[in-house]
């Protein structure tokens, strides 16, 4: 009986400890989310009212609590490793960094941060596209992009169960990514997600979605919140014990 307490007592020692460590490490604002994008030269905002209707939804759904408004920083703002999740939008330009930029998102990256690109050009080989890879081949120069795998990776799995990718245009079927060791730290989408998420000011959808229409909406909101839900619990998802009841919910869909 007494092994049990003692065991008890181990057990719940360390299941404080872990929660107090989950909360420094992603504590942004007192214990509220909050919303950080990249500000750059060059069209880095193409959908500026977006991280409303995105944060209202992680409200409403989710038991993560959020700052109503966005924080947007440069590559020189301290406020930047405040933010252990950063957001990056573009459609046809990325600057060339320079070198203290490439040194300081490494820092990030390494450091624990997880950065989020979108591609909202809806194109295959935009030029975003092309000087996002260089960049970050610079900024991590034995990183290797991957496509993320759907039956595996927690990203599909951090809060809705995926099968299928969203946005506004599906130029890829799959998210791409760069690993350091034990998570993904570069998730990449190059399907314009942000923009399904737009409304006119009669709170009407401002772009449609191609080829699936309203059912490629829903799958693009379900993928947005997995990628902030995941960029807060990283591999949660993929720890042991979840296994058996994700498969088998899997198998029932």
Not at 165 to 188: D, F, H, K, S, W
Request: hydrophobic content about 40%; overall charge positive; glycine content about 6%.
């Amino acid at each position: 009986m007494k092994k049990i307490v003692f065991l008890l007592s181990v057990f719940c020692f360390l299941l404080s400890v872990s929660c107090l460590l989950t909360t420094v490490s992603f504590t942004q604002q007192g214990d509220r989310f909050v919303f950080t994008q990249l500000k750059y030269q060059g069209n880095w905002d193409p959908y500026p009212e977006v991280s409303r209707e995105i944060l209202n939804f992680l409200r409403l759904t989710t038991s993560i609590k959020v700052l109503p408004e966005r924080r947007v920083v440069t590559l020189d703002d301290e406020l930047l490793f405040s933010s252990p999740f950063l957001i990056v939008l573009g459609q046809e330009f990325f600057p060339v960094l320079k070198g203290k930029e490439v040194e300081t998102l490494n820092r990030y990256l390494k450091g624990g941060g997880i950065i989020f690109v979108d591609d909202c050009s809806g194109e295959k080989r935009s030029g975003f596209d092309k000087a996002i890879r260089r960049e970050f081949n610079r900024i991590l120069p034995n990183g290797e992009w991957i496509k993320l795998p759907k039956e595996e990776h927690p990203v599909f799995r951090s809060f809705y169960l995926l099968r299928t990718i969203g946005g506004r245009r599906i130029v890829n079927n799959y998210l791409e990514g760069i690993n350091l060791p034990g998570r993904t730290a570069v998730i990449y989408s190059q399907n314009d997600l942000f923009a399904t998420w737009v409304k006119d000011r009669l709170g009407n959808y401002l772009y449609s979605c191609s080829p699936a229409g309203e059912t490629q909406r829903l799958e693009a909101i379900k993928l947005t919140a997995n990628i902030f839900i995941y960029a807060l619990t990283g591999t949660y998802k993929t720890d042991y014990i979840h296994q058996p009841f994700i498969k088998e919910k899997m198998h029932r869909r």
